[in-house]
């Protein structure tokens, strides 16, 4: 082992609290963790779990710090912390690491504190006064340096086991908490270009759901770019989920044809069934347990509580619908930050816009919707035939 090397910490939250599956999220955690690490640096860094985290060090001690932006995507992960592992346990040398380390992070000096835990109950010392012997350490050492045991600006930790590691909460990196990337089980989410769809498979995929993506596009009426961008946001959730599928359903037949049998008002309502229908096959064949969409109450027509009603028994899945309670703002704030925005708001249109009526119903009838439907010649078939000559792409 080097003398001193610099490492991450890992920190998990939720499935920490997983009783006696905490094993299976822990295990799988680790290997996401792995497979990331070596897309990125291949064969020079190993991962493993120790004390209740994950620690990530170079094999050849090298310093792991700009693998930090990218665990730090990892759902299931809260925090990653750039720290150091000392071998050699001398007073000497924990202090001589600790000045290093205080003066790499802090380096204009606050009020401070130094924390000891020392789970190695045999090494000499109390902890309180090993940390009163590191922290005149650095109060002798670097000027204008003040003592703050409550809040201070840079609390300095040194856990003394095996090794010494030295590290400091002010140092840590937030990561986006949720559960492990498909740890929970499939689920297919109705992504269209626009701003909502991606963060609900964003929010899923957080919480552990494997997602693969199904789009509806309706050439000549919506374009190629409308369906690149979509190609793009699926290959841009991928980075966070690991890999998505991504199903291109061509929906113009269906379309047109509803477009023919339904009264304009109620068109919206129609084809977002048949998207759902078609996204329940699909979900079959992939063995998927919900469907996910980007609708949000309220937020447009075809968004009413009464529109999201007349949905009922387009699928017997459970609809997952992350935006349900969200305002269009939150929305597009997580959108800036997951960097699906820029991609979002190219100016394309997906199906529905087009033909989209002049007074869309905000109050359909269930089963006035379901009594049209049934009319509708062919409309199975159709749904099966779309799905089936579908083209499928993997990121
Ligand atoms: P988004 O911003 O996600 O496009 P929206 O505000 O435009 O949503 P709608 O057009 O009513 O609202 O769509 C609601 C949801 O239906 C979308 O979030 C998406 O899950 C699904 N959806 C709509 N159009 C399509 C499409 N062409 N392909 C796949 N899913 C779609
Ligand atoms: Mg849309």
Same mark, same amino acid.
């Given at each position: 082992m080097q003398p001193t090397t610099e490492i991450l910490l890992i920190k998990y939250g939720?499935?920490?609290?997983? +009783? +006696?599956n905490r094993r299976f999220y822990e295990d799988m955690l680790l290997r996401f963790i792995r497979k990331s690490i070596n897309a990125i640096s291949p064969e020079q860094f190993s991962a493993y779990k120790e004390q209740g985290r994950f620690v990530v060090q170079g094999v050849d001690g090298q310093s792991p710090a700009h693998l930090i932006p990218h665990i730090c995507r990892i759902f299931g992960i809260s925090s990653v912390c750039l720290g150091i592992r000392l071998a050699n346990r001398t007073m000497e040398d924990i202090m001589n690491a600790s000045l290093d380390y205080f003066k790499a992070h802090n380096p204009n000096g606050t009020t401070f504190r130094v924390t000891t835990k020392r789970a190695d109950k045999k090494f000499p010392g109390k902890s309180d006064q090993i940390s009163a012997q590191i922290g005149s350490h650095l109060f002798n050492s670097i000027l204008n340096l003040q003592v703050k045991l409550a809040n201070p600006d840079f609390n300095l930790i040194v856990e003394i086991r095996n090794s010494v590691y030295i590290y400091s909460q002010n140092v840590e990196v937030a990561g986006p908490s949720g559960l492990p990337p498909a740890s929970a089980g499939k689920g297919v989410l109705l992504l269209s270009g626009g701003i909502d769809s991606p963060v609900a498979g964003y929010l899923a995929a957080k919480r552990g759901i494997d997602i693969t993506a199904i789009y509806f596009h309706s050439p000549p009426y919506t374009s190629e770019r409308a369906k690149e961008k979509v190609i793009d946001l699926a290959q841009h959730l991928a980075a966070f989920t690991g890999k998505i599928k991504l199903i291109v359903v061509n929906f113009t037949d269906i379309q047109l044809h509803l477009t023919e049998k339904t009264p304009p008002e109620k068109i919206t309502i129609m084809l977002k069934r048949s998207m759902l229908k078609i996204a329940d096959l699909a979900a079959q064949n992939e063995k998927a347990l919900a469907l996910i969409t980007g609708d949000a109450v309220g937020q447009v027509a075809s968004q009413t509580l009464h529109s999201l009603h007349s949905m009922t028994g387009a699928t017997s899945l459970p609809i997952l619908r992350p935006l349900a309670t969200y305002d269009k703002k939150d929305i597009v704030s997580i959108a800036e930050k997951i960097e699906t925005y820029p991609i979002s708001i190219r100016p394309f249109d997906d199906c529905c816009t087009l033909f989209l009526p002049k007074h869309p119903e905000t109050k359909p009838k269930l089963s006035i919707i379901q009594s049209i439907e049934s009319r509708i010649e062919n409309l199975e078939e159709m749904h099966q035939t779309a799905l089936d000559t579908a083209e499928i792409y993997n990121f």
């Open positions: 939720e499935i920490a609290l997983r +009783g +006696g």
